[in-house]
C-alpha cells in the first residue's frame, strides 16, 4: 500500500507544486478544505504526477449544533465519509507512491481520515494516534463507518 502523508495546507500545496516536473512519484491527493467546493482556494485535479484527487469541504467540528451553513461551518455527513471509501478503493488499483491528505492546519480532520484508512487498510492507525496529531474522532468514526468498521468496544459473548 502507499504511504499516508498527513499535511497542512501550506504545505501540500507547496509539495504537489514542487512535484508537477518529477516524474518518479506518483500521488493522490484528499483535500479537505473549509469553503464549499465553488469557493474553495484551491481545487486539485488530476494530472501528471497526480493520479487521482478528491476536493472535499467540511469543518473541524464534531456537533450538528456547531454547523452554520451562513458561515460556511459544516458538519462532515455520511456521503463525504463515503466519498472517501470509494476514492481509496479507487486509487489502490493504481500504482502510487503515496497519498496526500490535507486539511488546514494538517493536525485533526486530515489525520482523522489518515487515521481511519489506516485502520480500514492496515488494521494499525497509532501512528495518528502518538505523535503531533488531534484526529477528530467524529471525523474518525464516520470513515471508519464507511469502511463497515466501528470503533466501539469489542464484546465478546460466550454462547
Known sequence: ??????MDYTSAFQYLYNQTGNDDEKYAVISIQEAPEKDMAVTYKEGKNCKAAL????????DIKYQDLQTSTKLMTEDDALKI???IDKIEKLDLDCLIIHCYGGVSRSAAVA????KAKKDDDAEY???GYIPNMFVYNKV???FGL???PVIKTEI
Open 55 to 62: 476536493n472535499l469541504w467540511f469543518s473541524d467540528i464534531s
Open 115 to 118: 487515521a481511519a484508512i489506516s
Open 150 to 152: 466501528s470503533n466501539g
Open 85 to 87: 471509501k470509494d476514492f
Open 144 to 146: 471508519l463507518e464507511a
Open 129 to 131: 494516534f502518538n505523535g
Open 1 to 6: 500500500m502507499f504511504k499516508i502523508s498527513v
